[in-house]
């Protein structure tokens, strides 16, 4: 996959990765918008609800959702 200008988007993962970017992909999500898991980025992983993920990371982590 490329962006607009035609850079793919693997070179930005790697560089985020690099940075200890996570990538969480929600299977609820998943399932409402008919999406397959072989439709993603190797590098991501699946959780069974992304504000379940996010609410444990607040909890036990000490991590803060901030909405731009």
Do not use: H, M, W
């Not at 993962?13 to 999500?29: D, P």
């Not at 898991?37 to 607040?58: C, H, M, N, Y």
Request: hydrophobic share 30%; net charge negative.
């Amino acid at each position: 996959a490329q962006d607009r200008n035609g850079n793919p988007f693997q070179v930005t993962v790697e560089q985020l990765k690099e940075q200890g970017v996570e990538f969480r992909i929600c299977e609820i999500t998943l399932t409402g918008r008919n999406l397959k898991k072989d439709q993603f980025i190797e590098e991501a992983s699946f959780v069974p609800s992304g504000v379940g993920e996010v609410t444990r990371l607040q909890q036990r982590e000490g991590f803060a959702y901030l909405k731009p």
